[in-house]
């Protein structure tokens, strides 16, 4: 069984970071992908960053140049450095990992971010 467990959110003022954190225990393979979804209020949850295992990047064009995603693959762990975060960034945070070999899709619990003006 696979767990996906997340941490980092909070309260964080306009302009200022926040790092979030997702560890993946279990039948985990090597070749998969990692990354962070968010959903805001009234919206339909979307894609902010993602990793494959050979270090291959998507960020969504609103966090380019703020975000940076990175993994520990010793550690199943994946990452997720906010900067200059701005109000429009609240939402919940998911983890999602998919492993390719058996295109299996697994989400962690959600992480609240909240960026006030």
């Known amino acids: 069984q696979v767990q996906l467990v997340e941490s980092g959110g909070g309260l964080v003022q306009a302009g200022g970071s926040l790092r979030l954190s997702c560890a993946a225990s279990?039948?985990?393979?090597?070749?998969?992908?990692m990354g962070w979804y968010r959903q805001a209020p009234g919206k339909q949850r979307e894609l902010v960053a993602q990793?494959?295992?050979?270090?291959?990047?998507n960020y969504a064009d609103s966090v380019k140049g703020r975000f940076a995603i990175s993994r520990d693959n010793a550690k199943n762990t994946v990452y997720l450095q906010m900067n200059s975060l701005k109000p429009e960034d609240t939402a919940v945070y998911y983890c999602?990992?998919?492993?390719?070999?058996?295109?299996?899709?697994?989400w962690g619990q959600g992480t609240q971010v909240t960026v006030s003006s």
């Open positions: 999602r990992l998919v492993i390719l070999i058996t295109a299996s899709e697994y």
């Open positions: 279990g039948s985990i393979f090597r070749a998969n992908v």
């Open positions: 990793m494959d295992s050979g270090g291959m990047t």
